[in-house]
């Protein structure tokens, strides 16, 4: 019998402190919820959770993100809304001062409204701002390395015998798409109008034999070429927005000055391939929409001010002037309209990735719960166990102690 060293109880108090360690965890993992709750307790488990977790928030956040994309192009596509709403008016007014029926003193009237209309244009151009960040001013726009000069573009032409259009084809040839002569003859009077500055610039060409496509070419505003796929092309002299060509027709009149209404058409069919531009660095937006770099989306918005959109100082004092306003409306509604439809197109993608942003977000929350929770029900049964344990391991101690009280019985 050994009384210096109790193996017994050494042996009991072994297991009770690894039975009461055990059910420490698990009285740990029961209050926290968790299985992990530090690195011991599952080291790879909870680098794995931890990057779970960094993307998890990634997510959230890109979709908030997303949301405040969403908010700040449905505050330009607002304000835009409202442009439409004046080059509405804007047009209805040009429609108006087109008749003479109207007096000087009338159009002068018309004018006010016009000149009005145009300055609140540009005041919803430069104070449109979402976070303090101007939207409609051209610093949201893509870069423009070098001010481009507008170009409009005619299909509508053929050369004579159905031939490709050439800025040497005569007028007295030109035919129209459907290879019918326009009936221009020699003694017709061929007038080059349009809208530079908002200015109406006029320019009038008697036909002879000779006379070409390119003749029609006006000393500082567009010069008339023959383009790509034998399309006839009319550059601006100059590039920028001042310098833009808008609203350009070609009127042809007979000797009597009546208007031959199907050379008319023909000629004055162009539209605008090339807008003007002045030179800008690029200020687009970019939109953080994923846990990760990289996963980012653009936004770009041009400028809408009244010099982009080519009605900056229009006039409606005369007939002439007003009718060619209407075409010049036209082309700056069809602009605002442009950018609206992208802007509406940005903000249904956006939506798009909203909902997928939410799906990878509770997918991945759910795999990183099952790695970082604990599973109540499992941990509350190897609690009760740990715990019956350490108090079955208690009660053995007792015992252990109470055989060195044998060696007393010798000595008696």
Request: net charge neutral; charged share 15%; no cysteine.
């Amino acid at each position: 019998m050994i009384i210096n060293h109790n193996l017994a109880a050494n042996n009991a108090i072994r297991n009770m402190n690894i039975n009461s360690n055990n059910a420490s965890k698990s009285m740990q993992k029961l209050s926290t919820g968790l299985r992990i709750n530090s690195a011991a307790d599952d080291a790879a488990g909870l680098a794995i959770s931890e990057k779970m977790r960094g993307q998890i928030r990634g997510l959230d956040q890109a979709s908030s993100n997303a949301q405040d994309g969403i908010s700040l192009s449905q505050t330009a596509e607002g304000a835009l809304n409202e442009t439409s709403s004046i080059l509405q008016r804007m047009r209805e007014l040009s429609v108006q001062g087109s008749t003479d029926t109207n007096t000087s003193s009338d159009r002068s009237n018309i004018q006010d409204e016009m000149d009005q209309l145009t300055k609140e244009i540009d005041r919803i151009a430069t104070t449109t701002q979402f976070n303090t960040k101007n939207l409609l001013d051209g610093s949201m726009g893509s870069a423009v390395t070098t001010a481009a000069k507008s170009v409009d573009t005619n299909k509508s032409l053929l050369g004579s015998a159905g031939t490709a259009v050439a800025a040497a084809t005569t007028l007295v040839g030109v035919e129209d798409s459907s290879k019918n002569n326009l009936g221009i003859v020699v003694g017709d009077k061929v007038t080059v109008s349009y809208v530079k500055n908002g200015a109406l610039v006029t320019s009038t060409t008697t036909v002879a034999t000779a006379t070409t496509l390119s003749t029609l070419s006006v000393a500082s505003g567009p010069a008339i070429a023959s383009g790509t796929n034998g399309a006839l092309t009319a550059t601006a002299a100059t590039a920028g927005f001042k310098g833009g060509i808008y609203g350009l027709t070609i009127t042809v009149k007979d000797s009597t000055g009546t208007v031959k209404t199907a050379a008319t058409n023909a000629l004055s069919a162009f539209a605008e391939t090339t807008s003007a531009q002045d030179k800008r660095l690029d200020g687009s937006a970019t939109f953080q929409i994923g846990a990760n770099a990289g996963q980012t989306l653009n936004l770009s918005i041009n400028n809408m001010s009244s010099s982009a959109l080519g009605v900056s100082s229009l006039k409606v004092g005369t007939q002439s002037q007003a009718s060619a306003a209407i075409t010049v409306v036209d082309a700056a509604t069809a602009k605002v309209s442009a950018e609206r439809s992208k802007l509406g197109a940005i903000q249904n993608r956006l939506e798009h990735t909203i909902n997928n942003l939410g799906t990878s977000s509770e997918n991945l929350t759910s795999a990183e719960s099952r790695i970082r929770d604990v599973d109540m029900a499992k941990e509350m049964s190897t609690f009760s166990k740990n715990n019956i344990l350490s108090q079955a391991a208690q009660a053995m101690l007792a015992q252990a102690n109470q055989q060195p009280q044998q060696v007393l019985q010798l000595l008696r």
